[in-house]
Structures are given as C-alpha cells and as structure tokens.
C-alpha cells in the first residue's frame, strides 16, 4: 500500500506531510518523556523485521493479487504507539529513499496511512479492548485479527480519499473504493494472524514486556536478549532468503488500480512529482529491491522465463542492508531522544 507520488498532487503530498511531521514530533516528545533506554535495541530490531516482512508479498488466492505485511500494529504492541510511529517512519523512509519503494511526495501520506491508523486508532481503540489488562492466547488473538482487518481497512480508505482530492480522473471513487476496501480486507486477514503469531512469540517469551507496553510503563527493568536474538534472526532470515518467495503478483493497490484504470502505475505529472523522481532515482542505491538494471538487460525473455522461488543476490543484499539501516536509524532515534532527556 505504498502510495507513489502520481497519486497524488502536490497540495495533498505537502499538507499530508505537514500532518506526519506533526505527528512524528509529538510521538518524539512522548517517548523522550518515557526515558526508556531498553526501548531503544528493541525499536531497532523491530525496525528490521518489518522492512525485511514487508518485502515478502503473499498471494490473494483467485485474485491475481497479493499482500504484505503493514506492521503497525505489531509495532504498537511491542513498543506502544509513540515509538511504534517513529519505527514505522523510519521503515517507510529507508524504503522510499534508498529502494525507491513509494514516493518521496507520497511519503508522509505513506507514514500516515500505515502508521497512524494503527498506531493510534486500531491499537488503543481495539486490540487493547478486546486484549485486556491480562492478556491471554485467544484474546491476543482475537485483538490482533480484528485490529489488523480496521487498521488496513482504514489506512486502504485513506489512499481512496487523498487520490479523490487529488483529483486522480484515472481512479473514480466509487469504482477504487470497492475495489480497494476488499482486496485489503483479505491482506488484513493474513496480517492479523501474522501479527499474533509475533506478540504471541514476545508474551511466551517475555510477557512482562507486554504488560509495561499496557501500563505505558518503562521495560528498564525486562530482560530483553531473547526477544531481540529471535527478531534479530528472523529479520536476517527474512530479508536475506525468504524475500525470494515473495509473490510476483501486484500488491493491493496496484491490483486496483489496474482493475479501475487498467494500468498498475501512473506516470508522473511534469513538475513536483518528475523532479522529485529524479532526485529518487539518484538516491535509490538497490531500486525495487534489487540491483540497478540497464535497458540491456530488460529483454522479452525476461519477462516471459521468471522463475519462483526468485533466488537473487540483489534481493538479499536488499534485504539485509535495508533492514540493517533501519536498525540504525530506528535507534539512533530513541537513543537521541533518551540522551535529550538525559540532559534536560
């Protein structure tokens, strides 16, 4: 659900970036209030195993479309709302950046329709209802679905209506909007049991740490080594080898999009939306995950022979480099913001 900047136009890009900057710093000034320092590993590690598991699209079976991880939610859990849309900003901003994965005009309506609804809507207003105070395996469970399928469905409605303001002619409402709600119904499905299956890993593991998340306490006091060697390992595994079982099926919203304009992308307006592509195409070291093509190597053979699972180094070193500068920059975000309160 990465939204590229031809969906949008520069009004909405620069008001919606206005929206998650605002946001962005008042998450900032809640976790430095938090003084957490065990926080910080924790945002780092998690940082990774997001990116590397949105890298893994899934099929939408008798679709022809497929899916991945948001991650919000999971971050929510494990972290509380705060620093889980500072992670989810980071995560979003690696990607656009260094893999050209959503647009750089489209960033803060990315880091608003994955993070936010989640993060702040989905998180407090459902899972932790239907979880409890005490968390058990079936309400863990049930949170985690039913969050995961509102937070999606919302953050899925959103794309809709910053295309309508937009005025994006190639995508009416109605016709995107009920294509678009269902396709994600599904990924939000898939995203619900993924979701409970990693808080459920933290509260076999670590409970306490869910409990302080709960309280909005600080989980100085948790030892953490455990959950951080397993989502460690995971994000190593995940980005550097299963990334080569993601399905080659478009994603949601391109799947609708081609269902409504009968193209999976648009192209970009001259303009805001061309220049900032250029400055893209210089900065995206790995684009599309992968290493850098030259019109020589893209053949009708090509297209026509892709094989699954898609074994390529690109992709691997992708994953891993990605996942690593997420680490760094999710962390050196907490770990600023500690030091900041340190000297306050």
């Not at 608003?112 to 899972?127: D, E, Q, R, T």
Request: aromatic share 10%; proline share 5%; glycine share 12%.
């Amino acid at each position: 659900m990465h939204m590229a900047d031809a969906l949008i136009s520069p009004a909405v890009g620069t008001s919606m970036w206005a929206i998650t900057a605002g946001l962005i710093g008042y998450s900032a000034k809640k976790v430095k209030e938090e003084a957490d320092g065990r926080k910080v590993p924790l945002m780092g590690v998690l940082g990774a195993f997001i990116f590397a598991a949105q890298m893994i699209n899934f099929s939408i079976p008798g679709t022809g479309s497929s899916g991945h991880l948001g991650g919000g939610l999971i971050l929510a859990v494990l972290l509380g709302p705060y620093a889980a849309f500072l992670v989810m900003a980071s995560v979003l901003m690696v990607q656009a950046l260094f893999f050209a994965d959503g647009g750089l005009l489209a960033l803060g309506c990315n880091i608003f329709n994955l993070g936010f609804f989640s993060c702040f809507v989905a998180y407090p207003l459902v899972y932790r209802t239907i979880a409890g105070k005490n968390p058990a395996r079936g309400r863990i469970m049930a949170g985690a679905l039913f969050a995961a399928i509102i937070g999606l469905q919302m953050g899925a409605f959103s794309v809709v209506l910053e295309t309508l303001i937009s005025g994006i002619a190639e995508l009416p409402f109605m016709t995107f909007v009920l294509l678009m709600q269902p396709i994600h119904l599904a990924i939000g499905i898939v995203e619900g049991f993924v979701s409970a299956a990693v808080v459920m890993f933290v509260w076999n593991a670590r409970p306490e740490i869910l409990s302080a998340v709960e309280r909005f306490e600080p989980i100085r006091s948790v030892d953490t080594r455990q959950v951080l060697a397993g989502l460690l390992l995971a994000a190593v595994v995940t980005g550097g080898a299963l990334s080569w079982f993601a399905s080659a099926n478009p994603d949601g919203l391109e799947w609708a999009m081609f269902k409504t304009s009968g193209a999976e992308e648009l192209e970009n307006p001259p303009g805001v939306q061309a220049a900032l592509a250029a400055i893209q195409e210089k900065t995206a070291f790995l684009p599309d995950y992968g290493f850098r093509k030259n019109e020589s190597d893209i053949g009708p053979e090509t297209g026509s022979q892709l094989s699954w699972p898609a074994v390529d180094p690109g992709t691997s070193l992708a994953g891993l480099v990605g996942g690593g500068l997420t680490l760094l920059l999710a962390a050196a975000i907490g770990w600023a913001l500690k030091r900041r309160r340190a000297m306050a």
